[in-house]
């Protein structure tokens, strides 16, 4: 029986091989870590410090100048010129105060045309943002 075919057990498909999904599953995990690093502060600014009490607040318009005299909101640069329409409307009431997180560093030359820019916008009242001293 030289003419018959030897019976061989059936082949199993050759494995998938796992380097593929190892990649796709390294690509996916360095893009979410990238993507999660979004800040809403991206200017680098330390605030001065302040020996009397803080008070906590978080309404009202945020702005940060850096000491190179670069003015951002949300870590989004700001002209001088677009700060009226950061603020909300007022509907004629006072408008809250605006929160100004300048560095320690920051000179008063560099803060003069963000508070003229903030009067003629209508602020009224302008607080420094500081930090406790210890």
């Given at each position: 029986?030289n003419?018959?075919?030897?019976q061989?057990p059936?082949?199993r498909p050759?494995?998938e ?5 190892i ?5 996916l ?5 990238v993507?999660?690093q979004?800040s809403?502060?991206k200017v680098?600014?330390?605030?001065p410090l302040?020996?009397s ?9 945020m702005?940060?100048l850096?000491?190179?005299g670069?003015?951002?909101h949300?870590?989004e640069?700001v002209t ?12 004629g009431e ?17 803060m003069?045309p ?6 003629q916008?209508g602020?009224?009242?302008?607080r ?5 001293a210890?």
């Amino acid at each position: 029986m030289n003419g018959m075919l030897s019976q061989q057990p059936p082949r199993r498909p050759a494995m998938e091989p796992a380097l593929p999904l190892i990649n796709v599953v390294f690509l996916l995990l360095v893009f979410f870590m990238v993507a999660g690093q979004i800040s809403a502060d991206k200017v680098t600014v330390e605030a001065p410090l302040s020996k009397s009490e803080l008070a906590e607040e978080s309404e009202g318009l945020m702005l940060t100048l850096d000491m190179q005299g670069q003015l951002t909101h949300a870590g989004e640069p700001v002209t001088l010129e677009g700060i009226a329409a950061l603020l909300p409307d007022s509907d004629g009431e006072t408008p809250p105060p605006v929160r100004l997180l300048a560095d320690a560093g920051t000179r008063l030359q560099a803060m003069r045309p963000v508070l003229k820019a903030l009067q003629q916008a209508g602020v009224e009242e302008v607080r420094l943002v500081t930090r406790e001293a210890r």
